[in-house]
Nanobody, 121 residues
């Protein structure tokens, strides 16, 4: 069974940094886009950052210049380096990946279980 396992969330003071990791496991032929979403209480889930296999990246305007997404394709892992954190970054962060399975060939989106990030003094 394919799954995404996240780690790295926690409590940090404003201005601090955290690094999230997400590792995909299971029967994986390839992974196309990988990314991070977040959902704050009472708000819709929103895209934070995404990365394609070719290395193209996309960021939400609210995190540009502060967050960096990166991938280790050999390890099927995506990272999110978060710097200069603000209280409004507080949310549950979810990893997402579009995984292609080998025989029988199939592909779909997978989600991690979520990791809490709290920015507070």
């Amino acid at each position: 069974q394919e799954q995404l396992v996240e780690s790295g969330g926690g409590l940090v003071q404003p201005g601090g940094s955290l690094r999230l990791s997400c590792a995909a496991s299971g029967r994986i032929a390839s992974i196309n886009a990988m990314g991070w979403y977040r959902q704050a209480p009472g708000k819709q889930r929103e895209l934070v950052a995404s990365s394609t296999t070719g290395g193209s990246t996309n960021y939400a305007d609210s995190v540009k210049g502060r967050f960096t997404i990166s991938r280790d394709n050999a390890k099927n892992t995506v990272y999110l380096q978060m710097n200069s954190l603000k209280p409004e970054d507080t949310a549950v962060y979810y990893c997402n990946a579009y995984i292609v399975r080998p025989w029988p060939l199939s592909a779909r989106d997978y989600w991690g279980q979520g990791t809490q990030v709290t920015v507070s003094s």
